[in-house]
C-alpha cells in the first residue's frame, strides 16, 4: 500500500458525459501527479500540482482539467468524454517540488470506461 | 519516435533464470532513471531508483545506467513466479522540467514454475 488513495476504482460512464476523480496523497507529501494509462499510449503525464499551485502540464486534452484543494487532495475532472478517454488513471504523489530527484508513490488507480 | 522505447514484450522464463531489461531514450537531460514493476490492474510500484550513470544492486535487482549510450537495464536475478509482472521504466529532468516521469511501454514477464 503506498498510501495514496484514489476514488471511484471503477466508473462507467456514457460518450458525452462528465465525470470526477479524487485522489488524496500521502500524509505530508505536497505534490500530486495524474498519468493517464491506455494500452496503445501505455502510461502518460497528465499534469503536475504542487501545494496547490499547478507545476507541470504534459499532453493533458483541453477536455481535462484538475486541481489541488488547500487539504491537499486533487480532482482530475474529464468532460465531454469520448470512446477513446477509456483508460486507467493514476495518482501519483511525492513529498516536494525537486523535479525528477523526487520519488513518486502511486495508487491504484480509477478504471474509467466509456460506452 | 517516442522519447523512451522499451520492448513490449512479452517475455517468459523459466524459475530461477536471470531476467534482462532494457530501455533506450533519446533526451539527453534525462538525469534520473527508475524501474517500476505494475502487477494487473494495480498501481506502479518503484523498484530501483537511480541518478545518472553506473549501477545500483538491491537484492536480486541491479540496475545499470549508461548515459553515454542512452541506454538503461534492469537484472532480475533468480527469478520467481511472483517477479511476473510489467516492468515499467521511467525517467526525469532537471527541476525544471517538473517533476514529470516518462514512461516505456511496460515489458510484460513471466516467469514459470
Known amino acids: 500500500d503506498s498510501g495514496v488513495t484514489q476514488t471511484p476504482k471503477h466508473l462507467i460512464t456514457a460518450t458525452g458525459q462528465r465525470v470526477t476523480l479524487r485522489c488524496s496523497p500521502r500524509?505530508?507529501?505536497?505534490?500530486v501527479y495524474w498519468y493517464q494509462q491506455s494500452l496503445d499510449q501505455g502510461l502518460q503525464f497528465l499534469i503536475q500540482?504542487?501545494?496547490?499551485?499547478?507545476?507541470a502540464k504534459g499532453n493533458i486534452l483541453e477536455r481535462f482539467s484538475a486541481q489541488q484543494f488547500p487539504d491537499l487532495h486533487s480532482e482530475l475532472n474529464l468532460s465531454s468524454l469520448e470512446l477513446g478517454d477509456s483508460a486507467l488513471y493514476f495518482c501519483?504523489?511525492?513529498?516536494?517540488?525537486?523535479?525528477?530527484?523526487?520519488?513518486?508513490?502511486f495508487g491504484p488507480g480509477t478504471r474509467l470506461l466509456v460506452l | 519516435q517516442k522519447e523512451v522505447e522499451q520492448d513490449p514484450g512479452p517475455l517468459s522464463v523459466p524459475e530461477g533464470a536471470i531476467v534482462s531489461l532494457n530501455c533506450t531514450y533519446s533526451?539527453?537531460?534525462?538525469?534520473?532513471f527508475m524501474w517500476y514493476r505494475q502487477y494487473s490492474r494495480k498501481g506502479p510500484e518503484l523498484l530501483m531508483y537511480t541518478y545518472s550513470s553506473g549501477n545500483k544492486e538491491d537484492g536480486r535487482f541491479t540496475a545499470q545506467v549508461d548515459k553515454s549510450s542512452k541506454y538503461i537495464s534492469l537484472f532480475i536475478r533468480d527469478s520467481q513466479p511472483s517477479d511476473s509482472a510489467t516492468y515499467l521504466c521511467a525517467m526525469s529532468g532537471r527541476d525544471n522540467q517538473g517533476g514529470k516521469l516518462i514512461f516505456g511501454q511496460g515489458t510484460e514477464l513471466s516467469v514459470k514454475p
Open positions: 533526451n539527453s537531460a534525462f538525469q534520473y
Open positions: 500524509s505530508g507529501d505536497l505534490s
Open positions: 501519483a504523489s511525492s513529498v516536494g517540488n525537486s523535479g525528477g530527484e523526487e520519488t513518486q508513490y
Open positions: 500540482y504542487y501545494n496547490g499551485e499547478e507545476r
